[in-house]
């Protein structure tokens, strides 16, 4: 390591903390700790299940957007006032931590392991005639659309607990997805669940709270994840989680009451929706605030970081989508224009350094 340069150790190489590792590497002597090998760009992993080749741009390695830094492939299991222990025994010393391990998510580590489970979960929706999605949040409802559109021959079932779907935004863009959906011939069922607990390999009859039956080749399970939390409880920061185990931070991003250490992404207890371009935004706040604080910036020049109102648009296949804008609720191709076409992808690859277009080899 150079000498004299600060060390700044990023855990998680999700959307947030890939961002922050990658600008600031010429700043400091950065460590990013993930468990895997490469970055994936979240919301474009549900059209990866039904068009596979487009993972070979939405999913790339670490290690081609930080050439300047350190990976250590690995969960994080204690974090003390100087330093940081991963699972594989790796201790790493900090001069800035950043806390990004957003939700426990089980992926394979390697990229073509990852790539394999998309071309996987492809022949599996294009071999069943019949297909049940449980879950209708925003991962259910685009599994749902990318599905219906791609393959309007399917019979989709959508069974969900709640009494409407999306229910992380309001009931103007549920009603407008739900008239959406059935107009694609997807069967919704709200207010049941199904309980998978006891599925066995090549069962097709499922049933649901309700006692309904329903057939189906396959099923996929798109309820919500845990948070990426649950080991901080065992660390000194266990008070500085709320009761949901999110961790409380301050205006400027940083875990409350503490100089060094940060905290971004879904994994903090901000008051708005949990979204990849808000985690971008909250990555952006903080790699502000550690290059003013690495040159040894005054306090009071560092960045603060906003709520922002309830901001949201789901995708419904590749040409439509649903945004609910502050004073305005839409569906259809303007805000499919805007996302559901490209999703971002080349936009975020280009953020990351990346040409937009070229895959890796």
Excluded at 44 to 63: C, G, K
Excluded at 290 to 299: P, Y
Excluded at 352 to 358: E, F, S
């Amino acid at each position: 390591m150079e000498k004299g340069r600060k060390r700044v150790v990023i855990l998680g190489g999700g959307v947030a903390g890939s961002l922050v590792a990658k600008s600031l590497q010429f700043q400091a002597h950065v460590t990013l700790v993930d468990p895997k090998e490469y970055f994936e760009i979240p919301w474009a992993s549900l059209r990866s299940m039904v068009e596979p080749s487009f993972a070979e741009r939405s999913v790339f390695n670490h290690r081609e957007y930080l050439t300047n830094g350190d990976i250590v492939m690995s969960n994080a299991v204690n974090v003390t006032e100087t330093e940081v222990l991963t699972a594989d025994g790796h201790r790493t010393t900090y001069d800035y931590l950043v806390i990004a391990t957003g939700h426990a998510d089980r992926v394979p580590k390697s990229r073509s392991e990852r790539l394999n489970q998309f071309k996987e979960d492809n022949q599996k929706i294009k071999s069943a005639h019949s297909i049940l999605i449980v879950g209708g949040g925003p991962t259910g409802v685009e599994l749902a659309g990318e599905i219906a559109v791609d393959f309007p021959d399917k019979k989709i079932t959508l069974v969900h607990k709640g009494s409407r779907l999306l229910e992380f935004i309001g009931a103007k863009a549920a009603d407008k997805t739900l008239t959406w959906l059935k107009s694609k011939n997807v069967v919704v069922k709200l207010e049941q669940s199904v309980d998978l607990s006891t599925f066995t390999d090549g069962q097709k009859m499922y049933q649901t709270s309700n006692e309904e039956t329903i057939e189906a080749d396959c099923h996929f399970l798109c309820i919500g994840k845990p948070l990426g939390s649950a080991w901080l409880k065992e660390t000194m920061l266990k008070n500085d989680l709320d009761v949901q185990g999110r961790v409380k931070v301050d205006e400027k991003l940083r875990v409350k009451g503490r100089s060094n250490i940060f905290a971004i992404g879904d994994i903090t207890d901000i008051p708005e929706i949990k979204q990849g371009f808000l985690a971008h935004q909250q990555a952006e706040v903080v790699v502000k605030n550690l290059k003013l604080m690495i040159k040894g910036g005054r306090e009071y020049w560092t960045e603060t970081y906003k709520p922002h109102s309830a901001v949201a648009i789901v995708s419904l296949g590749r040409k439509d989508a649903v945004a609910q804008l502050p004073f305005l609720t839409i569906i259809g191709r303007i805000p499919g224009f805007l996302k559901s076409g490209d999703l971002f992808v080349g936009k975020t690859r280009k953020q990351m350094g990346l040409n937009p277009d070229i895959v890796q080899a």
